[in-house]
């Protein structure tokens, strides 16, 4: 039997974005590739002024999240990317 220890924290992560197709589908993509697992997603568009905001919760090892929400602000639809520990 293998027994793996995780160094996951859960984290919510805030992102302002320019509503455009394809900017979630970029986002979760960078998760994918990083084997993140979304547990919770909202979305939802900013009335009149093409801009969205979305909100999702994932564990995320404390050592990488730093570089994981740079990757996701080099994503040019992203305007304003913010994070914080979930407490259980």
Not at 23 to 42: D, F, M, P
């Amino acid at each position: 039997m293998t027994t793996f220890v995780l160094n996951n924290m859960r984290y919510t992560v805030d992102i302002v974005v320019e509503n455009k197709p394809g900017v979630l589908y970029r986002i979760a993509g960078l998760l994918a590739k990083r084997k993140i697992n979304i547990e919770r997603i909202n979305v939802y568009a900013v009335k009149g002024n093409g801009i969205s905001k979305m909100f999702f919760t994932a564990d995320i090892e404390d050592k990488i999240v730093d570089t994981v929400v740079k990757q996701i602000n080099k994503v040019i639809e992203v305007i304003e990317i913010d994070y914080h520990k979930v407490q259980h």
